[in-house]
């Protein structure tokens, strides 16, 4: 399978959760509401579910939810409770074996785990565990967490899980399924998102709300930063496993992860971006004819930025559809087709046009800068590019896959380089002051509420020589 | 596979064609150029190529282009001339027989055809031609056109091709290829768009033009109504092999069927649906708070609206790009998931509003009064729904997959009925004035340029009974 | 699909056929009978029936008969008529076009077409039909049979055919299934194989009596040269459509091609094998140790040549059942292991022995001496090899794919050169009198009943000069 | 996937392994010799492998081995050391997860562990071992090994495997590959199969002589039981881990599962299959005419049986070569089509016959029922089973796929009633003490070389109650 040629020059989250407590249709309720999680993971899924006799089951598969679950499969997924998971995973013959939900049986019995984010200590732990005598069968965080769990002096699972929790540096959203219960622990830091819903009398945990949109549920609220919460036969208790931090959450969630129509920390995304897109022509106008945005997600900056600048919004670029799961090597003549086979100006809106593009964020650049070519040749006499998010200088450790360093176009080269390199008229990104405006958030990069570290350097959380040097996906 | 629960609810568009003469890499852009046209038909596709020996080669494969062609598949795909086309289908075991180019060997060689169209007295034909002891492998009309060419009196494929083309009437676009030649023609109607383009040195003939631009090709004219082109090593030549009358394309390539980036008769299709969504504003304007548009067809037409009306656009309504190729059955409990899964409304931007939603067409009504349930239980205080297109009451029978009359809600239902089937606040169409005059057309069905035969009925050429009681779908 | 390395040393045969008329499960029991005559093609396999609403169907597919029928589909082919085929083919990407039954729709109805053999006039008949008009879609003699039944002056299918029958000259077993009726055609020589059953009250016809065992039926007799059989609501009638003439079945039925459960023409083929070895020995004594045969068509005749010459039978060598469909292509160093995969010698039973291989035939050669060698590696002290048919130096015009003359190792040396190039102590063949006399034939080689074309060149019908030049495979 | 109808009503041998140190293509030697064993097992392959920079590598798959590795994926398969996994597995959805080789990350760095075999006191170390903080992913014994190894006190591999070793009981021939280090170990009753061979440099271990053969090799030796081979840089080792104990490998490598072309223990097994036949013979002989085997396996015993009867033997039964991989479910009427599809009498050699049936042993019984009713369909006049080895009454915890005690038709039914249950007019199996004499062991249980625990129930380990009640499969 190979992959997307755009996708290696975006940022790419690596997991969505999903879990439910109290449906008679666990299992079938997952499906929709991972199929609602599927932007954030496509190359594998799973769920696992109780069923009628009590017993765990997993299925997981390569491939989008639609394909690793037939109907035949969903219906023999009966039972009340159930977590699920969706996984953008790096190449590997190891991919399955990575794929989650992973199960153990463990002392206490079986349990499944779902984990969103990425550990800063996971090699130090893992070469604890490893000199005590754990093995490891993937390169998975999740499985370093379960040792803990299993090692831990606490038979009882709520108590083994706070344990290893207090063990663990870094992001994680995590679902647990053991029996009749379902754990949900999101990191001290809050840097994955994870909501709590309820539909009938269920209870619904995701890492976005268009999930619980999906299984006609309703939104209660968000997971706190260091809170574990318990869903037992006896309902729901939630506990505090770590002291109150300045919630963090990963400033990408807003700017290009998260769905449109999912809130996060009860602001819309769609909206959210649509300021964004505002504040960014506020910051850096510009005198043009057009505004266009690179579909899908950098839409809703776009129109943000042509109302402010009061330049018409336009589809500028038309998104090929239906791209399939392969894509050709085009040969040397025709190796500018990749971009083209999923973008095209749309040469009437476009020519003799003074055009301002927007896009969410630059990574590599290369796409951006085929971009621009593609832009002159169907006729744009100017083509001012505008970022709706400051520039990435520096690489999360805690799960999104940017590229090391070196690959970051901005740690290599300077705005005018930048520019110069996209062919463009004129280069500008969205401020961090001006990010965290439009989000409405204080001016403090400490009690913003946002992670900024792969604008600023800052990273809520310690982070370890041999972090930089290994970054696990999840 | 099954289909796509919301595609019942549409008009579906049934083929793309490309053809390319005089390029070393005619098998690979043909590849892209198919590509382009994905979205006029996504279950199955296929090139014939003439190769280095000069031997004419076909592979065909239900699916995208992009499942169907391998790299391997590409490399062995070198040669001058190619014709490929994409198809929409309708189920039935004798699926890839049916799929294009058909190949045939007869007296003259071998040749590749690959059709858009439909022929209204196909059946009559077909009865002849089996009397003078004709077989039939296939049910498409195309194989009709075979016969007619092999059985001509004249030996030259460009004469015979004309013969063929003076007995068969309605609508086609058609691509022969065979030796060193490349033919072209167009309905006298001209019902099916078939554009012709340049790159390098070679021809292109395409049926829209994003798939010039796919190619890294010019835009030089359409083919006209009743002209034969022929392309060979002498250069191109056009032949006149029907009388001029009134060009007719069908409206729905406008509305609905071609890609916004695409021209169709040299007026942008995304710019055009802006204008429809404009003079539907000013036909049926109405109090509310945000436009939004049904994704994606309807985007374009929701911006005119909104920029007329002076009320702000807004995504509205969320597209789950992950579809996939299998659905599963919802159980009873879940029936109404099916649109969820495709469409979310995005909550903060309707709750509490008044919801103008725009559709380029309604067929059923099904998938719509899903859509508006969706938005009330968002929150929408008022949902008035506009349509950017003239009710369809008659059926298509040049080649667009409309349900039979019975099916089609406007000829069952008045408006009213069908407001309060939908459960809307207001519900109203673009009348065909509207229609004209948005896409600048002279106010006479006689010579607008368009088929409205949907509209009002008024069909450009006859139609026999039994046309109408088998449809047969190419 | 890369095809078996050995299959390239060995005749191949072309196809088998099966009909049934008057059983509910007519479907369900061409299954059965198709899995029994898997031996005779494993490339593609189809049936076509008459289903509830009188209305015919079809099913094909690449591979195995258990490949191409799901269960699923198995519940679907009710109906009380069925024919069914299953193909070895060459490669090319037509190849499912070319997979039977073929089904043509003409002025008469739909018709579904089996046949196994070649037509030696196939070219001149269609360059007469394409002068005349007619299109060809595969490479099949099959579609040639088709259009003279279309073109035939007769309207009734019975006449139809019997018109169409005296034009074509070769090999053919031809069932066609049309409405109410089954027909089946044998060609005025008898070179292939057709029977006729019944099982209940239903009528069968198969290649090969062991699919009347699979379905629980029972022989009745074999079809005649020159006979058509005609099976419809009236129960079955017999014509004769050309005069009779010396029957002439080919002789590799015997000696490879068909089960050694079968029967043909009233020989049990697994004794014929064995009287073959046993012939073999007494023409070719040879003082050894032990007797063993390339599994699994030469046991038979190595049992035979054991008993007569009184010389222990041994496994000598074990085949290897788990080949799967593809094979990987070994690099340089391992090319050896491509025999070695699928056959392997039994040390104990070899080692210090003097062995005598039987083989059934050599076409090229390559595996023999392979075979030898590794009988020698595994101690083997003298190998001598018997072969149970005389050498085969002409080609097969009537549908077996025997390699072109320059492939055959027979036609281009001389017997001491083969055995030298087999690395063989000794090597005999079995002569085309011992030949005759273990089937208890007359010794001319008119009246045998046996085609003998391959071993002497005597071809019992006319043989055109583009026959030889163009052989196609059905 | 559905299973062979037939192979319910066998034993099944669970795995066979493969490995190889010091060759450069040791990937695809693997490829070769798993091949040859690919009748140990057939729904799983898998093969780890250390790769150009020393890396551990793995891949697996559900299926056979050709259909496992690609070509393309065995030219990436370089480096000099191997091992190799065939599984025959139960259904589940944990397929793949259990297939092996199992590849561990410890604080030893990446070993890989291949086993045939199974435990007797899994669940007790699995029960400790999750008292201690261990998780286990599989249900298999392997991943008990793998965590006594991991938690050893010793950190040379070579040291923690003896201790780990010094744990377990039960069955097991294990092949575990870390670094330059291949290790094999046999238990110390050498209930498994275990052969070392050479080829060029290279050491080969392999689960039966064959696989040597495949790949040009020679047979050095058997590992004895106890032993553990060790294989790096500086060449071989062989240390004891475990005191001679006597020798038991598991009699029905000889009955049944081992190819006829290995030698298992210096007795060649086709060789030794023969005896067993001439045993049965001397032991119950019958009047008859015809003596036949069911293919494949008791083809070796049939021969045995009719030389020391002065029977002839004969092909009385044929098997459908092309089963596929899944089988459909034949409705209530032609359920009797099951057997039918595999195997079908030679009506001209069992008609008007007495017919002795060789088979090899009895399981349930249902399928030896359905062949004496096909052969008295197909006219035997009198059929008498001789089953080539003795009665099967006690279940085997070695990881043989013994059905559970009531399913054993043996010790449901008196002898009489097996014979009425299969219709047969005499049945007879080989005594223990035969079977002895055949295979030329003395006459005692307790030194005879082989377990004979599922004849007479005296199982040469300890058996624990939890390991009756639950038998897991390797």
Known sequence: MRRDPLSEDTLNEECGVFGIHGCQSAGQMSYYGLHALQHRGQESAGIAWINGEGNLQCHKGMGLVSETFSNERLETMEGP????????????????????????????????????????????????????????????DTEVIAHLIARSAYDELEYALQEALSMIKGAYALLILQGDTLMAALDPNGLRPLSLGRVNGAYLLASETCAFQAVGGEYLREVEPGELIIIDGSGMRSVRFAQQTARRICSFEYIYFARPDSDVWGINVHQARKRLGAMLAQEHPVEADVVTGVPDSSISAAIGYAETARIPYELGLIKNRYVGRTFIQPNQDLRAQGVRMKLSPVKRVVAGQRVVMIDDSIVRGTTMSRLVHMLREAGAVEVHVRISSPPVGYPCYYGIDTSSRDELIVSRKS????????????????????????LDRPQSSQNCGLCLACFNGEYPTEIYPDTVMAKEVH
Chains 1, 2, 3, 4 share one sequence.
Do not use: C, W
């Open 81 to 140: 409770r159930a977590i699920g998971h969706v996984r953008y995973t790096t190449n590997g013959s190891s991919q399955l074996l990575n794929s989650q939900p992973l199960v153990f049986n463990y002392r206490g019995g079986t349990m499944a785990l779902a984990h969103n984010g990425s550990l800063v200590n996971a090699s130090q732990i893992k070469r604890y565990l490893e000199r005590q005598g754990s093995i490891f069968q993937t390169t998975s």
């Open 415 to 438: 705005l005018e380089e930048i520019q110069s390199f996209l062919g463009a008229d004129s280069l500008s990104f969205l401020s961090v002051d001006g990010l965290l405006r439009a």
